[in-house]
């Protein structure tokens, strides 16, 4: 590193990383600080089972990623990054050997439909349709007034409905799955808003730009980001956990990847009283508990069409998956969960020994739960694919609380880091004109716990380092983070992985 920093950032997810990016492209010398031993917070790829199985530890799908403006101008492909595209966007088992099936062709997926084709063109087709519109308008700055106001329009009437109210237009159980198992990402029960506008944000990606993984794991995603960070001059530490702004060295804006209860504890009495109150009335989800699968073949689903998707909903019908929700947000652990699969191997070979699989699953549980639902996963598993369980090879199981006892931003388990009411979508993690800036000059929050949503798009991280570049800086352009700007546009070959 050159020097002193000018820029400080405390963690090294998508998000610390995309700050890092803009920062470092704007000039500044950037030192990032990463408790953990490794970078990438929830987007990384480690052996969790055995020798040769690559998982993924957080993130694995990524049409965020794609849709991200961030991500777009920083150009992964020109770095190495490949997304690798299965056939199926996303499969919904039902029980029978029938199963609810998205592809990248919403006339096909409709079709499937028979009885609610018409129904669902009329539902998810103005979201598909404009979801280039739509993602730019929910990724972009909420004081800016959108570029298409009547797409959005169109899509917030829809957006507003709770789940149980939307799936009403749709009758056969398999339109009905689709629903529930998108709207179910959003960690609420599905009588709540908007999970609507989430599950349907969510199909509208997949017939838009698809439901990829990256090849060699998503990894190669902040490796990237860390990569351009450092042929910029700047500097990333591992292993060194902050527990007070004191401990950091002295510079002009500091920049923290964490959550509104770790800024209310690092920061302590330099934020007003006032601040504090509302950073401690910020509110959690559920927890996930996470079981990752070496397999020494692919799972045998009953119905084919869900061999060829790399992402599963498995929570049955609509109706089932309903009450797995309703019952963790009653604080239960349910008997049959809702539980999201994500099967990388078939559409990226490099993730496992020839001939062998990893398969990613999790499902939602209360806060802070310590219940490994191993059993009950593998048992909705089985419930779809019979032969499932003597496939496994080895397993690692990390419950709701062993998620934030390794990242501390999942309080409680909670991978979106705050509940996705509209309140707190709007106004994360306080209300304020500008979420990033806290009263302490200098200091911002850029994790996912500002807007615009949580997942991998990065621009929580460009924004609040946009709001530093401005405030401390008087730099009002928004830099050029493109690989020809900051780092030979002739580099093709991945990142390694790892710090
Ligand atoms: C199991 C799981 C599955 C997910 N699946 C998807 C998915 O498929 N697609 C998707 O788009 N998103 C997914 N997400 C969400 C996505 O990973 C997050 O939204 C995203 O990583 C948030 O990025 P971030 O930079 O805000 O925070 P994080 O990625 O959480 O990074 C924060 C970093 O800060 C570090 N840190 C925190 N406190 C300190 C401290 N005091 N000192 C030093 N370092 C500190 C942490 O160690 C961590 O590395 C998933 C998350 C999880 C956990």
């Given at each position: 590193?050159?020097?002193?920093?000018?820029?400080?950032?405390?963690?090294?997810?998508?998000?610390?990383?995309?700050?890092?990016?803009?920062?470092?492209?704007?000039?500044?010398?950037?030192?990032?600080?990463?408790?953990?031993?490794?970078?990438?917070?929830?987007?990384?790829?480690?052996?969790?089972?055995?020798?040769?199985?690559?998982?993924?530890?957080?993130?694995?799908?990524?049409?965020?990623?794609?849709?991200?403006?961030?991500?777009?101008?920083?150009?992964?492909?020109?770095?190495?990054?490949?997304?690798?595209?299965?056939?199926?966007?996303?499969?919904?088992?039902?029980?029978?050997?029938?199963?609810?099936?998205?592809?990248?062709?919403?006339?096909?997926?409709?079709?499937?439909?028979?009885?609610?084709?018409?129904?669902?063109?009329?539902?998810?087709?103005?979201?598909?349709?404009?979801?280039?519109?739509?993602?730019?308008?929910?990724?972009?700055?909420?004081?800016?007034?959108?570029?298409?106001?009547?797409?959005?329009?169109?899509?917030?009437?829809?957006?507003?409905?709770?789940?149980?109210?939307?799936?009403?237009?749709?009758?056969?159980?398999?339109?009905?799955?689709?629903?529930?198992?998108?709207?179910?990402?959003?960690m609420m029960?599905?009588?709540?808003?908007?999970?609507?506008?989430?599950?349907?944000?969510?199909?509208?990606?997949?017939?838009?730009?698809?439901?990829?993984?990256?090849?060699?794991?998503?990894?190669?995603?902040?490796?990237?980001?860390?990569?351009?960070?450092?042929?910029?001059?700047?500097?990333?530490?591992?292993?060194?956990?902050?527990?007070?702004?004191?401990?950091?060295?002295?510079?002009?804006?500091?920049?923290?990847?964490?959550?509104?209860?770790?800024?209310?504890?690092?920061?302590?009495?330099?934020?007003?009283?006032?601040?504090?109150?509302?950073?401690?009335?910020?509110r959690y989800g559920?927890?996930?508990?996470?079981?990752?699968?070496?397999?020494?073949?692919?799972?045998?689903?009953?119905?084919?069409?869900?061999?060829?998707?790399?992402?599963?909903?498995?929570?049955?019908?609509?109706?089932?998956?309903?009450?797995?929700?309703?019952?963790?947000?009653?604080?239960?652990?349910?008997?049959?969960?809702?539980?999201?699969?994500?099967?990388?191997?078939?559409?990226?070979?490099?993730?496992?020994?020839?001939?062998?699989?990893?398969?990613?699953?999790?499902?939602?549980?209360?806060?802070?739960?310590?219940?490994?639902?191993?059993?009950?996963?593998?048992?909705?598993?089985?419930?779809?694919?019979?032969?499932?369980?003597?496939?496994?090879?080895?397993?690692?199981?990390?419950?709701?609380?062993?998620?934030?006892?390794?990242?501390?931003?999942?309080?409680?388990?909670?991978?979106a880091?705050g509940v996705q009411s509209?309140?707190q979508?709007?106004?994360?993690?306080?209300?304020?004109?500008?979420?990033?800036?806290?009263?302490?000059?200098?200091?911002?929050?850029?994790?996912?716990?500002?807007?615009?949503?949580?997942?991998?798009?990065?621009?929580?991280?460009?924004?609040?380092?946009?709001?530093?570049?401005?405030?401390?800086?008087?730099?009002?352009?928004?830099?050029?983070?493109?690989?020809?700007?900051?780092?030979?546009?002739?580099?093709?070959?991945?990142?390694?992985?790892?710090?």
């Open positions: 590193m050159r020097g002193k920093p000018d820029a400080v950032i405390v963690g090294s997810g998508p998000n610390g990383l995309a700050a890092a990016v803009t920062l470092s492209a704007a000039g500044l010398n950037v030192l990032v600080i990463e408790g953990a031993s490794a970078i990438g917070g929830g987007c990384r790829t480690e052996e969790l089972t055995l020798p040769g199985f690559r998982h993924d530890v957080c993130s694995a799908g990524h049409p965020l990623a794609l849709a991200s403006p961030f991500f777009r101008r920083f150009d992964l492909a020109a770095r190495g990054v490949r997304f690798a595209y299965p056939e199926v966007e996303f499969a919904n088992p039902l029980d029978g050997g029938r199963a609810a099936i998205v592809t990248r062709s919403l006339a096909e997926t409709a079709a499937r439909l028979n009885a609610d084709r018409r129904a669902y063109q009329w539902l998810v087709g103005p979201v598909a349709t404009h979801n280039d519109e739509i993602i730019q308008a929910l990724l972009m700055p909420l004081r800016r007034p959108p570029a298409h106001p009547f797409v959005l329009a169109r899509y917030g009437l829809r957006a507003v409905l709770p789940a149980s109210v939307a799936v009403q237009v749709w009758h056969t159980p398999e339109a009905r799955a689709i629903l529930a198992g998108a709207a179910a990402h959003a029960p599905l009588t709540s808003v908007p999970t609507a506008g989430i599950g349907l944000m969510l199909t509208g990606l997949a017939h838009a730009v698809g439901w990829p993984v990256v090849a060699g794991g998503s990894a190669r995603i902040t490796d990237a980001m860390a990569d351009a960070v450092i042929a910029a001059g700047g500097s990333i530490e591992t292993g060194r956990w902050v527990n007070s702004l004191s401990e950091l060295p002295p510079a002009a804006a500091v920049l923290l990847d964490i959550s509104p209860r770790a800024l209310d504890r690092l920061a302590g009495d330099r934020l007003p009283g006032r601040y504090r109150a509302a950073l401690r009335r910020y559920p927890g996930v508990c996470k079981v990752d699968f070496a397999l020494s073949g692919p799972v045998p689903w009953t119905n084919e069409d869900c061999r060829r998707a790399v992402s599963l909903h498995l929570g049955g019908s609509y109706e089932q998956t309903a009450a797995a929700e309703a019952e963790v947000a009653a604080g239960k652990h349910p008997e049959q969960p809702y539980v999201l699969v994500m099967q990388p191997s078939i559409v990226d070979p490099s993730r496992a020994p020839a001939g062998r699989q990893t398969l990613w699953t999790y499902c939602h549980v209360p806060a802070g739960s310590d219940v490994d639902m191993t059993d009950r996963i593998e048992a909705q598993i089985e419930r779809f694919a019979p032969g499932f369980r003597d496939l496994i090879l080895a397993r690692s199981v990390r419950t709701a609380a062993e998620e934030e006892a390794q990242n501390p931003n999942y309080v409680g388990g909670d991978i880091v509209v309140r979508t709007v106004f994360r993690p306080t209300v304020s004109w500008n979420p990033y800036r806290t009263p302490v000059r200098g200091l911002y929050l850029c994790s996912s716990a500002t807007p615009p949503i949580p997942g991998v798009h990065g621009r929580c991280g460009e924004l609040a380092a946009l709001s530093a570049l401005r405030d401390r800086f008087g730099i009002r352009e928004v830099p050029d983070i493109s690989p020809d700007h900051m780092r030979p546009a002739s580099t093709t070959e991945p990142a390694p992985s790892g710090p």
